[in-house]
């Protein structure tokens, strides 16, 4: 059953005996925004603390919902079995234990939680059409997003130097990439997520938030957040501008400089055969950083602030639902050894082997 949310936000306010300054709209949800009680001497009023957010979510038609939920349902489910189906070989198999594939099975847990992050939400949105959030579910959302999808940036960049010197460095390889630091690294790429985005999810916690709490997402994603804020956050929304910027930029930049000394040495290299199989151990990681850095890249660089928010959804969209899904399918299709070991074990009927690096 719907609920008309500006007629419900409207009546409770006038319960309330609240005056109300009406500006312009063009739909619904702008008419949530423009239900703002003016405060005392021009300050914005309604600092309530404890009042649930409401996610506007994907669309408002309950047939659209229950369609999207018999989707997307399978979708997330068919996400979670293919990666875990990747951490699960590659703990299995002798073959798969090197660290190639340790840093794979890392990025493969990263993307379970990224996208178990934001589409139990979803899906439960869609099926109850129940569209209220806590603040602290809210903001503990919000963080993980930020914090496992930079993490996740920084593995691709480490990912694309693993790379360059199995290729580049191919008689130092066993020795530079060891099991301790193969460990160093997935901890480093955590421990600069977790200190780059810790403090500015920290600082969203503390800013007091205006009037009807009606967040124009279906998620709690920082940029509709911050415009509910009292106060104009400009320095924590120039600060985490930065944040982001940043980090996709050292990414890539890392990323684009491994390949092209990969390339570089490809070329040298007489033969055809040979250029082509060193070639075929990193095109699936290509592919893969392709879809993650592409889509990012896509957001930051958009010609004007009209459309920022629908690009901002189809992105996060894309990040937590296509490309959680596609990256199994990208690894699993595009290796031979990762095909043959699972050829192997669907015969033998289980999972076994020997649980190290």
Known sequence: MFVDLSHLVWELQVRRDRRFELLPF?????????LMPPGRHGEPGNHSEGTEFILLGITDLRSLQLLLFAVLLPTYLLTLLGNLLIVALSLADPRLQTPMYYLLRNFSLLEVGFTSDIMPQVLSQLLT?????????????MS???????????LLAVMSVDRYLAICR?????ALMTGRVCLGLVLGCWAGGFFFLTGPCIWVTFLPFCGPKVLDHFFCDNSPLLRLACTEPRLLQVLSFLIAVGSLAGGVAVTAASYFCIIRALLRLPSVHGRRKAFSTCSSHILVVSLSYGSCIIMYLRPTQS???????????FNTVVAPLLNPFIYCLRNELVQQVSREVLAKGRLSGPLRL
């Open 26 to 34: 063009e739909s619904s949800s702008d008419l949530l925004f423009s």
């Open 129 to 141: 059409g129940h569209k209220a959030i806590s603040p602290a579910r809210c903001f503990l959302q």
């Open 144 to 154: 993980l997003y930020f914090i496992l999808g930079t993490v996740e940036s920084f």
């Open 170 to 174: 191919p008689l130092r390889y066993p």
């Open 307 to 317: 459309s920022r928010l629908d690009l901002n959804k189809g992105v996060v969209f």
